[in-house]
């Protein structure tokens, strides 16, 4: 009896290889693998906000609504319950970022105008590590959006679309095709040496 039970357990298991199961777990585990390290690095980029807003705030007192514009966004960023499965949590929770970023774009933006600021060693540090941060997001994102991306084709290709259906996988939702250039390259946060004639525009950091 044991060894009828074996060979039938041994028989499900090819069945479910054959038919694409164990793809499409070892596929979903890779998105969820790399969802974390998207969240990973935005939560970075949050983390450097303090500290940021403290030591412009050190020089540029009177830029209120920047700060308030930024600590605003943070705030947002850090209210929303994020399903990555589900498409429009993961548009809200896109959009947040944007608006954090481009925050974030204005903070830096500000500094052209403080000479003493941009010499502050802190600042240049904080400076430094946001650059970095956003470097990661991106990268963090593009394999985020190249994972989901084998994902859905691995459920849309026979037999495995059966699979999924019959355990009700489903494909997942992706970052829109409209931010796809924005997060193509990283946003720029050092501003150079010249200042600008006019404030820079918002970028958008996702």
Request: proline fraction near 4%; charged fraction near 15%; charge should be neutral.
């Amino acid at each position: 009896m044991n060894t009828v039970r074996m060979l039938l357990v041994l028989l499900l298991v090819a069945m479910l290889s054959g038919c694409g199961y164990n793809a499409i777990q070892q596929q979903d585990e890779a998105v969820k693998a790399q969802w974390s390290e998207v969240l990973n690095q935005y939560q970075r980029r949050a983390d450097l906000v303090p500290n940021l807003v403290n030591t412009v705030k050190g020089y540029a007192a009177h830029e209120e609504k920047v700060f308030s514009d930024v600590t605003e966004a943070r705030s947002r960023v850090g209210s929303i319950q994020i399903n990555a499965d589900d498409a429009q949590s993961l548009a809200k929770f896109q959009a947040a970022q944007g608006q954090l970023g481009g925050a974030l774009s204005r903070l830096m933006a500000v500094s052209e105008n403080y000479p003493n600021l941009k010499a502050d060693g802190l600042f240049q540090n904080l400076q430094a590590q946001l650059e970095g941060t956003e470097n990661r997001i991106t990268v963090a994102r593009n394999r985020y959006i190249q994972a989901v991306q084998q994902y859905n084709t691995l459920l849309r290709t026979f037999p495995n679309n059966l699979t999924a259906k019959m355990f009700g996988y489903q494909v997942k939702p992706n970052f829109t095709v409209d931010n796809e250039k924005a997060i193509s390259t990283a946003p720029t946060v050092d501003f150079g040496t010249s200042a600008p004639t006019s404030p820079a525009p918002a970028a958008s950091a996702h």
